[in-house]
């Protein structure tokens, strides 16, 4: 009979002890709409992922050190207490060449007969981050310069981060190409949110009339609000009463909207969009979706617009486009051939 009395009481306090626990994850669950929604630089954050500089224990003014022995490393100033990190990876066949030389062999190399592509990244990490490296090394060796860097609070760039800063770090660094590359073709390529950045950009450059020679976006979205709101870390709210008022408003309020259905629409200038079926991270149909906005719009009426889709057989998820065999030949289709030249 005691013993029957003790288990008892063993499982109500087991009870307790769990009921307490479920209450008070119910209770963080709850709270935490409302501290989004009084402190909506949280949301900036999460946007950003900028705190988050993946892999972590790197030099990034040894670009070497992650097997670009053809790359250098500078710092430019795009407005007073801004400075950010810029890599430019020559054309591999240039690799030999290039060991020991300045900062000023590389940019005269911009003249060089070889196009230029202005990467921009999406967010967490930095330039130095494995799979941009990767996609480096691919064009590099395809025979492109390869001008990245990371945006003011990312890496080692200094400087408070916001969309109207990503988009202007972007514009300062194309027009340094500009003024270095002579008339070599520059395109640009974006990423991710890289891709709301490179947008922002292009639909800038057209509307001044120095659109760039074509405009890559890989695994793009629509805008900010839509892929907010199909991004995985919002599955547990997504049915939350208020979700728009609670996640999605703070967003909108921040300024941060990076609109690519709307810029688009604006743009006069080739566009490629990559994008593959089992991305995780950026739905495909948002790719897919921007593709149909885009494709009869009248700003393109002169112009190639293409879409890639990649089988989600492949695996290439949300950053191993760069892994495709089929890449090469999608760029010299879609860019034009880019002709190795011998080193000289």
């Keep these: 009979m005691k013993w029957q009395r003790g288990s008892g009481v063993r499982r109500k306090g087991l009870w307790f002890r769990l ?14 709409p409302f501290l989004v929604k009084l402190c909506p630089g949280i949301q900036a954050k ?7 500089r993946v892999p972590y224990f790197i030099d990034l003014k040894k670009p070497q050190d992650q097997g670009l022995n053809h790359t250098c490393n500078y710092y430019l100033q795009p407005e007073e207490d801004v400075t950010i990190g ?10 030999k060449n290039a060991q020991g030389k300045d900062q000023m062999w590389f940019e005269d190399a911009l003249a060089s007969s070889h196009p230029i592509i202005l990467y921009l ?19 590099s060796s395809l025979g492109y310069h390869v001008v990245t860097f990371d945006y003011r609070g990312w890496g080692d760039s200094v400087g408070t981060p916001s969309e109207r800063g990503m988009t202007y770090d972007a514009l300062h660094v194309f027009d340094w190409i500009k003024a270095r590359s002579g008339d070599n073709p ?15 950009l292009v639909r800038r450059l057209c509307e001044r009339e120095t659109p760039p020679d074509a405009l890559i976006l890989e695994s793009p979205f ?7 709101k199909s991004h995985p870390f919002s599955v547990i709210y997504r049915y939350f009463p208020g979700f728009d008022w609670f996640f999605l408003d703070p967003i909108t309020s921040s300024g941060i909207k990076f609109a690519n259905d709307e810029n688009v629409k604006h743009i006069s200038c080739p566009l490629l969009i990559l994008h593959a079926e089992d991305d995780p991270v950026v739905p495909f149909q948002l790719g897919r979706k921007l593709y149909n906005i885009a494709a009869p719009s009248r ?34 289709e879609f860019l034009g051939k880019s002709e190795p030249e011998r080193q000289h």
């Design 46 to 52: 999460l946007i950003f992922l900028n705190f988050v």
């Design 19 to 32: 009921r307490k626990i479920l209450l008070c994850v119910l209770g963080f669950y709850i709270a935490i």
């Design 186 to 200: 520059v395109y640009i390529w974006g990423h991710s949110l890289g891709t709301g950045v490179a947008t922002n």
């Design 121 to 139: 990244h999406g967010n967490a990490g930095t330039r130095g981050g494995d799979h941009r490296v990767e996609l480096y090394k691919v064009l």
């Design 299 to 332: 700003s393109f009426r002169d112009f190639k617009v293409q879409f890639i889709p990649f089988h989600s057989d492949l695996g290439y998820r949300h950053k191993y486009i760069y892994k495709s065999p089929e890449l090469p030949r999608i760029l010299r």
């Design 222 to 228: 629509t805008n900010i609000r839509e892929e907010a």
């Design 86 to 95: 810029v890599w430019h990876t020559i054309p591999a066949v240039w690799w």
